[in-house]
């Protein structure tokens, strides 16, 4: 088994292929009565509202609100290995394409 073979198939619990996009949770329009950056608005935003209501109750001290903050940084983190995922499988389907074609 090489270095990267585990990244040739990753499936969720229920056997489908977790590089597809997640669902969106939480509406544009939400988004803007919530005030969200467009920049900020991606698959994690959804979890954006509640972090933001957590620090501006706790004045933003940094030691608050770590909950909330892990859970956003878990599922950015979690969005980013899923794209990464999906980088590698479409590379791999070009060089598969280059091979047989040569």
């Known amino acids: 088994m090489g270095a990267d073979d ?3 198939h990753h499936n969720d619990s229920d056997g489908h292929d977790d590089t597809a996009p997640p669902k969106m949770h939480i509406t544009q329009r939400e988004l803007a009565k919530e005030r969200i950056p467009l920049a900020w608005r991606d698959y994690c ?3 954006l509202p509640e ?3 957590c620090r501006r ?4 001290l940094p ?3 770590q909950k909330e903050r892990m859970v ?3 599922c950015q983190y979690d969005d ?3 794209r990464m995922r999906l980088a590698d499988k479409q590379r791999q389907v070009k060089e598969e394409a280059k091979l047989a074609a040569a």
């Open 80 to 82: 980013y290995m899923r």
């Open 6 to 8: 585990h990244h040739n």
């Open 72 to 74: 956003w940084n878990k």
């Open 63 to 65: 030691w608050r609100c």
């Open 51 to 53: 972090l933001n209501k």
């Open 45 to 47: 935003s959804h979890l």
């Open 57 to 60: 109750e706790n004045n933003y």
